[in-house]
């Protein structure tokens, strides 16, 4: 049989570089993109190997993402799965938000979403998985959190209408959306007060883990998650 390639989005680092070490040991090819961290994407690869490549490309930039799945095709003969992991939050108030930091935001968290999942709609093979990324604050909704949590519940919506569209190529299309999660990014600046109280907030009184939430993405990647389909996976410990 083929072995499968899955793209993940964003994998230089954090949870997504976590995701694609996951589905190298799961027996797939993985495809690391990312946006600038060169150094990090190239010695993930190389500690992968042969199943791994690293491709440069901006997800808000359409051009980019068809030769993203270019890539993938040259080297592995087509793509099976797409993780859309990249994304950045910029917090702010209403009041104290600028046009510089939704206009961003957006064009990252869903104009970049919606890049990879039109390549994925047409180039998918049949039987494929799209697992995107949103976030427990579309529930929670924290304050300073509105315009990225606004990001991702377009994610959600674009997420359940795309699972409709694949009808008949046996492709599921679901989303992954974190609770507060231990990654360099989210500890970086908080005083540990502060991240002790987050981690309370949750039944099971911790942060989720890199590979918490790397294991929820590998089970919607399997064999074992495809009868889920158009649906948001809240994987935060009970938060929401």
């Known amino acids: 049989m083929t072995r499968k390639t899955a793209i993940i989005t964003g994998a230089s680092r ?14 797939f090819n ?9 150094a990090s994407a190239d010695a993930l690869a190389a500690k992968i ?17 068809r030769a993203l799945f270019d890539a993938a095709e040259a080297k592995f003969g087509g793509v099976d799965v797409l993780i859309n992991n990249a994304g950045i939050m910029q917090l ?9 930091q939704f206009d961003r935001q957006f064009a990252v968290n869903v104009k970049g979403t919606f890049n990879t999942m039109r390549e994925a709609a047409k180039r998918l093979r049949n039987g494929g998985r799209v697992i995107n990324f949103s976030t427990s604050v579309v529930g929670t909704r924290f304050e300073n959190y509105g315009i990225y949590a606004a990001t991702k519940a377009a ?7 795309m699972a409709r569209e694949m009808r008949g190529r046996e492709i599921t ?9 231990a990654t360099e990014l989210f500890l970086k600046g908080k005083p540990s007060e502060l991240v002790d109280r987050i981690a309370k907030m949750n039944p099971l009184e911790r942060l989720g883990s890199v590979d918490d939430i790397a ?8 064999p074992e998650g495809g009868w889920i389909n158009g649906q948001t996976l809240r994987a935060n410990g009970g938060m929401v």
Not at 15 to 25: H, K, P, S
Not at 155 to 161: D, L, N, R, S
Not at 173 to 181: E, F, K, L, R, S
Request: proline residues 4%.
């Open 215 to 222: 294991n929820a993405v590998a089970f919607l990647a399997g």
């Open 30 to 38: 993985v495809v690391i993109n990312y946006s600038s961290d060169a």
């Open 92 to 100: 702010a108030s209403f009041a104290d938000a600028t046009d510089a």
């Open 173 to 181: 299309v679901n989303a992954v959306a974190p609770g507060p999660t």
């Open 155 to 161: 994610v959600e919506t674009m997420t359940a209408i």
């Open 14 to 27: 954090g949870i997504g570089a976590t995701v694609a070490e996951r589905l190298a040991r799961d027996g």
């Open 49 to 65: 190997g042969t199943a791994a490549i690293a491709v440069k490309g901006d997800v808000a930039e359409p051009a980019a993402m």
